[in-house]
């Protein structure tokens, strides 16, 4: 995934509704697909991450999608609330590199109350 | 658990100064990671250690940036002379990973945050 510019794309949901985030990957060698929010002023927060072996992983209020034919990873959030509010930003990781971590671009959720 | 300490939280300077970050990771962690984030984009790896051994600086523009981590715990990340376009958010983040076991979950500090005028 390419680092988007300074106009992050925006998805805007109803407090209570479901969201879904999606981001396109790169490297098809990446071990693991993981999910950071990240909030204003803070660092990136691990959500869920999922192994590339799999195609679906729940967490709690979050379910990850991985389709590895389109290269096409995706973050559920159920019952969407106020504090969902962040950029989310997925990323892959390489355990053959050492564990390197690399970003695709971000998506901003707002979530109207 | 403490989680990954950064300091100074936020650093104004000018062109051509000097700045230096520092960060402790989780203790127990052996692979520590600098990342720069520009404001609307994703973090950007900058150096990566497993213990004080560098896995990765491919990113590192080593003209003016240099990082060490001498002890294999804290690190420092140093920039000079700063230029405008390093104005960014400076991300250090550890993981327990070495290379020969799990745990490779990686965890972010707050993050310092430079404003180079």
């Known amino acids: 995934g390419e680092s988007v510019g300074l106009h992050l794309p925006t998805l805007s949901v109803q407090e209570g509704d479901n969201s879904i985030i999606n981001c396109a990957y790169s490297n098809s060698a990446s071990d693991y697909f993981i999910w950071y929010k990240q909030e204003s002023g803070k660092g990136p927060q691990f959500i869920i991450d999922i192994r590339s072996n799999m195609d679906k992983r729940q967490g709690q209020r979050v379910t990850v999608l991985l389709n590895k034919t389109v290269k096409h990873l995706s973050l559920q959030i159920a019952a969407t609330q106020p504090g969902d509010s962040a950029v989310y930003f997925c990323?892959?990781?390489?355990?053959?590199?050492?564990?390197?971590?690399?970003f695709g671009g971000g998506t901003r959720l707002m979530v109207k109350p | 658990e403490a989680g990954v300490a950064q300091s100074p939280r936020y650093k104004i300077i000018e062109k051509r100064q000097s700045v230096a970050f520092w960060c402790n990771p989780i203790?127990?962690?052996?692979?520590l990671y600098w990342y720069q984030q520009i404001l609307g984009q994703g973090p950007k790896l900058l150096i990566q250690f497993q213990n004080n051994g560098v896995v990765d600086d491919s990113q590192l523009p080593k003209d003016r940036f240099s990082a060490e981590r001498l002890k294999g715990v804290d690190s420092t990340l140093k920039i000079q002379p700063a230029k405008l376009e390093d104005s960014a958010v400076y991300l250090c983040?550890?993981?327990?990973?070495?290379?020969?076991?799990?745990?490779?979950?990686?965890?972010f500090g707050e993050g310092s945050w430079l404003t180079v005028v």
């Open positions: 983040a550890s993981s327990h990973y070495t290379g020969r076991s799990s745990g490779n979950t990686i965890y």
């Open positions: 990323a892959e990781l390489s355990l053959n590199a050492g564990n390197m971590l690399t």
């Open positions: 203790s127990g962690h052996a692979t």
